[in-house]
């Protein structure tokens, strides 16, 4: 059985998501994009942004999983000046929640843990909208392929770092919006 834990203060899950992140990412910790610690500089950042929460994955005790988000600042949000093509101020406009980070440890994949963490973080927030990106070349396209069956849409695209892959830039309404 999968336990979901929230937690908004960064400093009380740090270390455990430091550890999921290095074991996801094993294959890729030599590429200076993907190491701890760049990953941990995004963090600590991502860790001081308004509206910071994660949701952890826990079977048996052991993290599976997690994803953290954040809520975009309307408009100036850095998040959309690296979107290309900017979206318009109908979308910017809107208060947003971003989906930062979500992983789960190979084991634990295609067993609906993700959608446990992405639901559970969704299901406490006010925005009307959430928004993410994607390497479109994550598992060769399955994870891309995921959030759009979640009702995410193509919007745009965006390189956030030099040496970060291109990225699949991602929106969608949350029910609370459509009153569903």
């Known amino acids: 059985m999968t336990e979901l834990v929230h937690a908004r203060d960064i400093d009380d899950v740090w270390e455990t998501l430091i550890e999921v992140y290095a074991d996801v990412r094993r294959a890729q910790l030599h590429d200076p994009h993907y190491s701890v610690e760049r ?107 995921l959030y759009a069956k979640w009702g995410y849409e193509v919007i745009g695209y965006s390189q956030p770092s030099p040496d970060s892959p291109p990225l699949t830039v991602m929106l969608r309404l949350l029910s609370s919006a459509t009153g569903a």
């Open 39 to 145: 990953y941990a500089e995004r963090l600590a950042r991502h860790g001081k942004e308004a509206g910071w929460e994660a949701v952890i994955a826990f079977e048996d005790g052991t993290p599976v999983g997690y994803g953290y988000v954040n809520s975009l600042t309307p408009v100036e949000d850095r998040w959309w000046q690296r979107t290309a093509p900017r979206p318009d101020e109908t979308v910017t406009g809107l208060l947003t929640v971003a989906v930062k980070e979500m992983m789960v440890l190979e084991p634990h994949r295609r067993r609906g843990v993700a959608k446990l963490i992405h639901d559970a973080l969704m299901s406490r927030r006010e925005e009307p909208q959430a928004t993410l990106m994607v390497s479109p070349a994550n598992q060769d396209g399955r994870v891309q392929a």
